[in-house]
T-cell receptor, first 113, second 111 residues
Framework: QKEVEQNSGPLSVPEGAIASLNCTYS??????FFWYRQYSGKSPELIMS????GDKEDGRFTAQLNKASQYVSLLIRDSQPSDSATYLCAVLNYGGSQGNLIFGKGTKLSVKP | NAGVTQTPKFQVLKTGQSMTLQCAQDMNHNSMYWYRQDPGMGLRLIYY???????DKGEVPNGYNVSRLNKREFSLRLESAAPSQTSVYFC??????????FGDGTRLSIL
């Protein structure tokens, strides 16, 4: 059973700090990784994707991937109260007629003003 | 700018009743998905459809059936609802293999 593990949190950071969200996965052959943000009572929205080892930056968000350690992380710089949400890590799993995503259970982030 | 539209938004059923959750997307995406989300369990894939006329089982397909009616619509049917199917159901669509657009969800309670 392929698994994606995340610390459920809550992770609490002060406004303006860097929030670091972590994710590990079990399938060493995984090639594609995604971060979704989900506000309470709302649907998930895709915020980052990463496919190669290293860092990928998009505004205040940086995704980091280390395939050797089977580890992917999301850094949020200058955290804002509006970043308070649950962050879902997802890993592409190839099975069936096409790949599909395996989601972690999510980490709840709380940014305190 | 509808994106992915799910109906209904809320539903309460009795054990053994049947119902169909509807999903439609207006982005001309090939791939569509049905997920369920339970507290502490994350999103789990029920069924997906890579293109019109094809469907495949996901992680938790038991108790569900799907129909990809055309490119726009992908419905999920519960033939005989059970309390274990109480959940929030999300439909999603994408052009690639990862779901990019989610609907607002259907909150389903089965008594």
């Amino acid at each position: 059973q392929k698994e994606v593990e995340q610390n459920s949190g809550p992770l609490s950071v002060p406004e303006g700090a860097i929030a670091s969200l972590n994710c590990t996965y079990s399938d060493r052959g995984s090639q594609s990784f995604f971060w979704y943000r989900q506000y309470s009572g709302k649907s998930p929205e895709l915020i980052m994707s990463i496919y190669s080892n290293g860092d990928k930056e998009d505004g205040r968000f940086t995704a980091q991937l280390n395939k050797a350690s089977q580890y992917v992380s999301l850094l949020i710089r200058d955290s804002q109260p509006s970043d308070s949400a649950t962050y879902l890590c997802a890993v592409l799993n190839y099975g069936g007629s096409q790949g599909n995503l395996i989601f972690g259970k999510g980490t709840k982030l709380s940014v305190k003003p | 700018n509808a994106g992915v539209t799910q109906t209904p938004k809320f539903q309460v059923l009795k054990t053994g009743q049947s119902m169909t959750l509807q999903c439609a997307q207006d982005m001309n995406h090939n791939s569509m998905y049905w997920y369920r989300q339970d507290p502490g369990m994350g999103l789990r894939l029920i069924y997906y459809s890579a293109s019109e006329g094809t469907t495949d089982k996901g992680e938790v397909p038991n108790g569900y059936n799907v129909s990809r009616l055309n490119k726009r619509e992908f419905s999920l049917r519960l033939e005989s609802a059970a309390p274990s199917q109480t959940s929030v159901y999300f439909c999603a669509s994408s052009e690639g293999v990862q779901p990019q657009h989610f609907g607002d969800g259907t909150r389903l309670s089965i008594l």
